[in-house]
Protein backbone atom coordinates (compact mmCIF):
# COMPACT_ATOMS: atom_id res chain seq x y z
CA UNK A 1 0.00 0.00 0.00
CA UNK A 2 2.82 2.60 1.09
CA UNK A 3 5.09 1.27 -2.04
CA UNK A 4 2.89 0.52 -5.30
CA UNK A 5 -0.23 1.99 -3.86
CA UNK A 6 1.47 5.46 -4.24
CA UNK A 7 3.75 5.14 -7.22
CA UNK A 8 0.03 3.15 -8.90
CA UNK A 9 -1.33 6.70 -7.66
CA UNK A 10 1.38 8.79 -9.68
CA UNK A 11 -1.21 9.31 -11.97
CA UNK A 12 -3.05 11.83 -9.71
CA UNK A 13 0.37 14.27 -10.03
CA UNK A 14 1.02 13.77 -13.53
CA UNK A 15 -1.97 15.17 -14.13
CA UNK A 16 -1.80 17.81 -11.25
CA UNK A 17 1.71 18.80 -12.41
CA UNK A 18 0.76 19.17 -16.09
CA UNK A 19 -1.28 22.15 -15.21
CA UNK A 20 0.77 23.60 -12.30
CA UNK A 21 4.07 23.50 -13.87
CA UNK A 22 3.60 24.29 -17.70
CA UNK A 23 6.59 21.47 -18.06
CA UNK A 24 6.61 18.80 -20.57
CA UNK A 25 5.00 15.11 -19.92
CA UNK A 26 8.29 13.61 -20.44
CA UNK A 27 9.94 16.30 -17.41
CA UNK A 28 6.84 15.39 -14.98
CA UNK A 29 7.39 11.79 -15.65
CA UNK A 30 11.34 11.97 -14.23
CA UNK A 31 9.65 12.36 -11.24
CA UNK A 32 7.55 9.45 -11.02
CA UNK A 33 10.06 7.49 -13.00
CA UNK A 34 12.78 8.01 -9.84
CA UNK A 35 10.80 7.10 -8.09
CA UNK A 36 9.70 3.68 -9.18
CA UNK A 37 13.99 3.41 -10.54
CA UNK A 38 15.01 3.73 -6.43
CA UNK A 39 12.30 1.49 -5.16
CA UNK A 40 13.39 -1.26 -7.63
CA UNK A 41 17.26 -0.14 -7.51
CA UNK A 42 18.34 -0.12 -4.05
CA UNK A 43 16.65 -3.96 -3.89
CA UNK A 44 20.30 -5.37 -4.27
CA UNK A 45 21.43 -3.41 -0.63
CA UNK A 46 18.22 -3.89 0.99
CA UNK A 47 17.90 -7.38 0.05
CA UNK A 48 21.01 -8.44 1.71
CA UNK A 49 20.67 -6.49 5.02
CA UNK A 50 17.61 -8.17 5.20
CA UNK A 51 19.10 -11.80 4.53
CA UNK A 52 21.78 -10.50 7.07
CA UNK A 53 19.21 -10.00 9.64
CA UNK A 54 18.72 -6.50 9.39
CA UNK A 55 15.06 -6.31 8.36
CA UNK A 56 13.56 -4.09 10.97
CA UNK A 57 16.31 -1.15 10.92
CA UNK A 58 15.98 -1.52 7.26
CA UNK A 59 12.39 -0.97 7.67
CA UNK A 60 12.68 1.80 9.84
CA UNK A 61 14.58 3.59 7.28
CA UNK A 62 12.09 3.36 4.40
CA UNK A 63 9.42 4.68 6.98
CA UNK A 64 11.54 7.70 7.59
CA UNK A 65 12.65 8.77 4.00
CA UNK A 66 8.92 7.64 3.52
CA UNK A 67 7.72 10.80 5.65
CA UNK A 68 9.79 12.86 5.21
CA UNK A 69 9.14 12.34 1.47
CA UNK A 70 5.80 12.69 1.12
CA UNK A 71 5.84 15.96 4.04
CA UNK A 72 8.22 17.55 2.18
CA UNK A 73 6.43 16.76 -1.53
CA UNK A 74 3.47 18.62 0.43
CA UNK A 75 5.32 21.83 0.45
CA UNK A 76 7.05 22.00 -2.68
CA UNK A 77 6.29 24.48 -5.49
CA UNK A 78 9.08 23.83 -7.83
CA UNK A 79 10.07 21.52 -10.19
CA UNK A 80 13.46 20.78 -8.35
CA UNK A 81 12.03 20.64 -4.97
CA UNK A 82 9.36 17.70 -6.38
CA UNK A 83 12.40 15.83 -7.78
CA UNK A 84 14.05 15.78 -4.78
CA UNK A 85 11.16 14.82 -2.20
CA UNK A 86 8.85 12.81 -4.12
CA UNK A 87 11.05 11.15 -6.66
CA UNK A 88 14.78 10.55 -4.37
CA UNK A 89 13.36 10.93 -1.00
CA UNK A 90 10.26 8.81 -1.25
CA UNK A 91 11.75 6.68 -3.97
CA UNK A 92 15.03 5.59 -1.14
CA UNK A 93 12.06 5.16 1.13
CA UNK A 94 10.25 2.96 -0.76
CA UNK A 95 13.24 0.61 -1.62
CA UNK A 96 13.72 0.47 2.16
CA UNK A 97 10.44 -0.83 1.78
CA UNK A 98 9.96 -3.09 -0.90
CA UNK A 99 12.14 -5.91 -1.37
CA UNK A 100 12.64 -6.92 2.21
CA UNK A 101 8.86 -7.13 2.92
CA UNK A 102 8.43 -9.45 -0.23
CA UNK A 103 10.94 -11.68 0.36
CA UNK A 104 10.42 -11.44 3.90
CA UNK A 105 7.06 -12.85 3.29
CA UNK A 106 8.29 -15.81 1.13
CA UNK A 107 9.86 -17.03 3.46
CA UNK A 108 7.11 -17.64 5.81
CA UNK A 109 5.29 -19.91 2.50
CA UNK A 110 6.29 -23.12 0.76
CA UNK A 111 3.13 -24.32 -0.69
CA UNK A 112 1.04 -21.23 -0.84
CA UNK A 113 4.05 -18.68 -1.37
CA UNK A 114 2.59 -17.09 -4.66
CA UNK A 115 -0.88 -16.59 -2.90
CA UNK A 116 0.57 -15.00 0.34
CA UNK A 117 2.53 -12.65 -2.36
CA UNK A 118 -0.81 -11.87 -4.51
CA UNK A 119 -1.98 -10.82 -1.06
CA UNK A 120 0.62 -8.65 0.28
CA UNK A 121 0.58 -7.35 -3.63
CA UNK A 122 -3.16 -6.67 -3.52
CA UNK A 123 -2.09 -3.61 -0.77
CA UNK A 124 -0.81 -1.60 -4.13
CA UNK A 125 -4.24 -1.51 -5.33
CA UNK A 126 -5.76 -0.32 -1.91
CA UNK A 127 -3.42 2.06 -1.90
CA UNK A 128 -3.97 3.29 -4.86
CA UNK A 129 -8.25 3.09 -4.40
CA UNK A 130 -7.47 4.88 -1.30
CA UNK A 131 -4.77 7.47 -2.11
CA UNK A 132 -6.44 8.45 -5.55
CA UNK A 133 -9.65 9.01 -4.09
CA UNK A 134 -8.53 11.50 -0.80
CA UNK A 135 -6.47 13.25 -3.69
CA UNK A 136 -10.15 13.56 -5.87
CA UNK A 137 -11.98 14.85 -2.50
CA UNK A 138 -9.06 17.11 -0.59
CA UNK A 139 -8.04 19.02 -3.34
CA UNK A 140 -11.04 21.52 -4.20
CA UNK A 141 -11.17 22.20 -1.08
CA UNK A 142 -7.78 22.03 1.31
CA UNK A 143 -5.46 22.30 -1.50
CA UNK A 144 -2.64 20.46 -2.60
CA UNK A 145 -0.46 21.21 0.47
CA UNK A 146 -2.77 19.19 2.95
CA UNK A 147 -4.40 16.72 0.34
CA UNK A 148 -0.54 15.51 0.64
CA UNK A 149 -0.45 15.56 4.37
CA UNK A 150 -3.53 13.67 4.34
CA UNK A 151 -2.21 10.83 2.41
CA UNK A 152 1.05 11.18 4.47
CA UNK A 153 -0.60 10.64 7.47
CA UNK A 154 -2.54 7.73 6.01
CA UNK A 155 1.15 6.30 5.05
CA UNK A 156 3.01 7.11 8.68
CA UNK A 157 0.13 5.14 10.53
CA UNK A 158 0.15 2.06 8.37
CA UNK A 159 3.78 1.61 8.19
CA UNK A 160 4.00 2.16 11.96
CA UNK A 161 2.14 -1.04 12.27
CA UNK A 162 4.37 -2.64 10.19
CA UNK A 163 7.30 -1.76 11.81
CA UNK A 164 5.43 -3.30 15.22
CA UNK A 165 4.37 -6.56 13.63
CA UNK A 166 6.44 -7.56 10.59
CA UNK A 167 9.94 -9.63 11.74
CA UNK A 168 12.21 -11.77 10.14
CA UNK A 169 11.49 -15.63 10.06
CA UNK A 170 15.02 -17.11 9.20
CA UNK A 171 18.21 -16.72 11.07
CA UNK A 172 20.61 -14.28 10.07
CA UNK A 173 23.19 -15.13 7.16
CA UNK A 174 25.79 -12.68 8.04
CA UNK A 175 28.48 -14.63 5.47
CA UNK A 176 28.81 -14.02 1.56
CA UNK A 177 29.02 -10.95 -0.89
CA UNK A 178 26.72 -7.85 -1.76
CA UNK A 179 25.87 -9.37 -5.07
CA UNK A 180 25.67 -13.95 -5.94
CA UNK A 181 27.49 -13.48 -9.24
CA UNK A 182 26.55 -17.28 -9.10
CA UNK A 183 22.86 -16.44 -9.58
CA UNK A 184 23.41 -15.12 -13.49
CA UNK A 185 25.12 -18.82 -14.25
CA UNK A 186 21.49 -20.22 -14.12
CA UNK A 187 19.94 -18.88 -17.54
CA UNK A 188 16.50 -18.97 -16.19
CA UNK A 189 17.78 -16.22 -13.45
CA UNK A 190 19.23 -14.10 -16.57
CA UNK A 191 16.21 -14.12 -18.65
CA UNK A 192 14.30 -13.37 -15.75
CA UNK A 193 16.42 -10.54 -14.48
CA UNK A 194 15.79 -8.68 -17.93
CA UNK A 195 12.41 -8.03 -18.14
CA UNK A 196 10.68 -4.95 -18.55
CA UNK A 197 8.39 -3.48 -16.63
CA UNK A 198 6.57 -0.34 -17.14
CA UNK A 199 4.04 1.61 -15.98
CA UNK A 200 2.82 4.28 -18.70
CA UNK A 201 -0.87 3.37 -18.05
CA UNK A 202 -0.56 4.29 -14.59
CA UNK A 203 1.39 7.65 -15.02
CA UNK A 204 -0.63 8.96 -18.16
CA UNK A 205 -4.56 7.54 -18.07
CA UNK A 206 -5.43 10.56 -16.25
CA UNK A 207 -4.14 12.62 -18.92
CA UNK A 208 -5.05 11.13 -21.49
CA UNK A 209 -8.69 11.34 -20.40
CA UNK A 210 -8.51 14.76 -20.14
CA UNK A 211 -7.11 15.27 -23.77
CA UNK A 212 -7.47 12.64 -26.20
CA UNK A 213 -11.33 11.32 -26.08
CA UNK A 214 -14.91 12.85 -26.98
CA UNK A 215 -15.79 14.01 -24.84
CA UNK A 216 -12.96 14.93 -22.49
CA UNK A 217 -12.91 14.49 -18.78
CA UNK A 218 -12.45 16.75 -16.01
CA UNK A 219 -9.64 16.75 -13.75
CA UNK A 220 -11.83 15.00 -11.16
CA UNK A 221 -13.81 12.53 -13.67
CA UNK A 222 -10.30 11.25 -14.70
CA UNK A 223 -9.14 10.02 -11.49
CA UNK A 224 -12.59 7.79 -11.22
CA UNK A 225 -10.20 5.98 -14.25
CA UNK A 226 -7.24 5.80 -11.96
CA UNK A 227 -9.62 4.21 -9.09
CA UNK A 228 -10.98 1.90 -11.43
CA UNK A 229 -7.57 0.58 -12.82
CA UNK A 230 -6.12 0.40 -9.82
CA UNK A 231 -9.79 -1.46 -8.12
CA UNK A 232 -9.99 -4.00 -10.53
CA UNK A 233 -5.92 -4.52 -9.97
CA UNK A 234 -6.91 -6.07 -6.80
CA UNK A 235 -8.61 -9.03 -8.78
CA UNK A 236 -5.45 -9.56 -11.07
CA UNK A 237 -3.59 -9.90 -7.95
CA UNK A 238 -4.96 -12.56 -6.28
CA UNK A 239 -6.76 -15.01 -8.94
CA UNK A 240 -3.70 -15.52 -10.99
CA UNK A 241 -1.29 -15.86 -7.47
CA UNK A 242 -4.02 -18.39 -6.52
CA UNK A 243 -3.55 -20.62 -9.07
CA UNK A 244 0.15 -19.88 -9.45
CA UNK A 245 0.84 -22.11 -5.98
CA UNK A 246 -0.86 -24.82 -8.46
CA UNK A 247 0.71 -24.44 -12.12
CA UNK A 248 3.68 -22.23 -11.57
CA UNK A 249 3.65 -18.67 -11.72
CA UNK A 250 5.71 -18.40 -14.66
CA UNK A 251 3.33 -20.15 -16.36
CA UNK A 252 1.18 -17.61 -15.73
CA UNK A 253 3.47 -14.72 -16.43
CA UNK A 254 4.04 -15.07 -19.63
CA UNK A 255 0.50 -14.84 -21.03
CA UNK A 256 -0.41 -11.98 -18.99
CA UNK A 257 2.45 -10.17 -20.51
CA UNK A 258 1.07 -11.00 -23.78
CA UNK A 259 -2.89 -9.88 -22.80
CA UNK A 260 -1.28 -6.74 -21.53
CA UNK A 261 0.48 -5.89 -24.59
CA UNK A 262 -2.32 -6.42 -26.60
CA UNK A 263 -4.37 -4.42 -24.25
CA UNK A 264 -1.45 -1.67 -24.71
CA UNK A 265 -2.00 -1.83 -28.42
CA UNK A 266 -5.88 -1.68 -28.42
CA UNK A 267 -5.75 1.55 -25.87
CA UNK A 268 -4.65 3.19 -30.10
CA UNK A 269 -8.04 2.74 -30.63
CA UNK A 270 -9.85 4.06 -27.59
CA UNK A 271 -11.61 7.44 -28.39
CA UNK A 272 -14.66 7.73 -26.21
CA UNK A 273 -15.58 7.72 -22.33
CA UNK A 274 -16.83 4.61 -22.29
CA UNK A 275 -14.37 2.99 -24.25
CA UNK A 276 -12.11 4.20 -21.56
CA UNK A 277 -13.76 2.78 -18.62
CA UNK A 278 -13.91 -0.61 -20.63
CA UNK A 279 -9.70 -0.77 -21.26
CA UNK A 280 -9.25 -0.05 -17.67
CA UNK A 281 -10.66 -2.51 -16.07
CA UNK A 282 -8.78 -5.10 -18.46
CA UNK A 283 -5.20 -3.36 -18.08
CA UNK A 284 -5.75 -3.64 -14.46
CA UNK A 285 -6.57 -7.01 -14.32
CA UNK A 286 -3.58 -8.28 -16.44
CA UNK A 287 -1.49 -5.32 -15.27
CA UNK A 288 -2.02 -6.09 -11.57
CA UNK A 289 -1.53 -10.11 -12.17
CA UNK A 290 1.41 -9.09 -13.44
CA UNK A 291 2.91 -6.60 -10.99
CA UNK A 292 2.20 -9.82 -8.31
CA UNK A 293 3.28 -12.61 -10.60
CA UNK A 294 6.87 -10.93 -11.02
CA UNK A 295 8.03 -11.15 -7.41
CA UNK A 296 6.25 -14.83 -7.12
CA UNK A 297 8.03 -16.44 -9.77
CA UNK A 298 11.32 -14.91 -8.92
CA UNK A 299 10.80 -16.47 -5.71
CA UNK A 300 9.78 -19.70 -6.98
CA UNK A 301 13.67 -19.45 -9.10
CA UNK A 302 15.33 -19.40 -5.39
CA UNK A 303 15.39 -22.91 -3.80
CA UNK A 304 17.76 -21.37 -0.79
CA UNK A 305 15.38 -19.04 1.50
CA UNK A 306 18.24 -17.51 2.96
CA UNK A 307 19.34 -16.01 -0.23
CA UNK A 308 15.64 -14.72 -0.72
CA UNK A 309 16.39 -11.31 -0.44
CA UNK A 310 19.90 -10.84 -2.06
CA UNK A 311 18.54 -12.75 -5.24
CA UNK A 312 15.44 -10.93 -5.11
CA UNK A 313 17.27 -7.34 -4.92
CA UNK A 314 19.84 -8.34 -7.82
CA UNK A 315 17.17 -8.27 -10.20
CA UNK A 316 15.23 -5.59 -9.20
CA UNK A 317 18.35 -3.61 -9.37
CA UNK A 318 18.52 -4.89 -12.92
CA UNK A 319 14.41 -3.80 -13.88
CA UNK A 320 14.81 -0.17 -12.22
CA UNK A 321 16.84 0.72 -15.52
CA UNK A 322 12.98 -0.35 -17.47
CA UNK A 323 11.34 1.38 -15.31
CA UNK A 324 13.87 4.72 -15.26
CA UNK A 325 13.68 5.11 -18.91
CA UNK A 326 10.25 3.89 -19.87
CA UNK A 327 7.90 6.53 -19.05
CA UNK A 328 10.24 9.80 -19.62
CA UNK A 329 10.30 7.98 -23.09
CA UNK A 330 6.92 7.33 -23.66
CA UNK A 331 6.41 11.67 -23.02
CA UNK A 332 8.91 12.53 -24.91
CA UNK A 333 7.51 10.64 -27.94
CA UNK A 334 3.78 12.51 -27.05
CA UNK A 335 6.12 15.91 -27.21
CA UNK A 336 7.41 14.84 -30.24
CA UNK A 337 4.49 14.14 -32.06
CA UNK A 338 2.27 16.94 -30.87
CA UNK A 339 0.68 15.67 -27.87
CA UNK A 340 -0.36 12.12 -30.00
CA UNK A 341 0.02 9.05 -27.65
CA UNK A 342 0.43 6.87 -30.15
CA UNK A 343 4.15 6.36 -30.54
CA UNK A 344 4.18 6.00 -26.56
CA UNK A 345 1.23 3.24 -26.60
CA UNK A 346 3.03 1.76 -29.47
CA UNK A 347 6.59 1.44 -27.79
CA UNK A 348 4.77 0.23 -24.10
CA UNK A 349 2.95 -2.29 -25.82
CA UNK A 350 6.17 -3.81 -28.04
CA UNK A 351 8.30 -3.39 -25.20
CA UNK A 352 5.70 -5.58 -23.57
CA UNK A 353 6.12 -7.87 -26.07
CA UNK A 354 9.92 -8.16 -25.58
CA UNK A 355 9.63 -8.60 -21.59
CA UNK A 356 7.45 -11.72 -22.58
CA UNK A 357 10.16 -13.10 -24.49
CA UNK A 358 12.71 -12.98 -21.80
CA UNK A 359 10.04 -14.71 -19.54
CA UNK A 360 9.71 -17.66 -22.26
CA UNK A 361 13.38 -17.36 -22.31
CA UNK A 362 13.78 -17.72 -18.51
CA UNK A 363 11.10 -21.06 -19.22
CA UNK A 364 12.76 -22.58 -21.81
CA UNK A 365 16.16 -22.40 -19.81
CA UNK A 366 14.48 -24.08 -16.71
CA UNK A 367 12.97 -26.67 -18.75
CA UNK A 368 16.34 -27.33 -20.31
CA UNK A 369 18.39 -27.40 -17.10
CA UNK A 370 15.82 -30.21 -15.80
CA UNK A 371 14.48 -32.41 -18.75
CA UNK A 372 11.13 -31.45 -17.79
CA UNK A 373 8.46 -30.90 -20.51
CA UNK A 374 5.90 -28.05 -21.06
CA UNK A 375 3.81 -29.11 -18.65
CA UNK A 376 6.58 -28.77 -15.72
CA UNK A 377 5.19 -26.28 -13.03
CA UNK A 378 7.07 -23.16 -12.96
Do not use: H
Amino acid sequence: MDTWGVINSFGVFQSYYLSLLGRPPSDISWIGSIQVFLTFFIGTFTGRFTDAGFFRPVLLCGTIFTAIGIFTTSVATEYWQLLLSQGICMGIGSGCLFCPAVSTISTYFSKKRSLAIGISASGSATGGLIFPAMARQLLPTVGFGWAVRAIGFVQLTTLLFANVFMKSRLPPRRAGSLVEWGAFRELEYTFYANFLGLYFAFYYISAFSRTMITPQLSYTDSLNLLLVLNGVGAAGRLLPNFFADRIGPLNLLAPSCLLSSVCLLAWIAVRTPAGLYAWVIFFGIFGGAIQSLFPAGLSSLTTDLRKQGTRMGMVFTIVSFAVLTGNPIAGALISAMNGSYLGAQVFTGVSMLVGMSFILGARLARMRRTGAGWSVKI
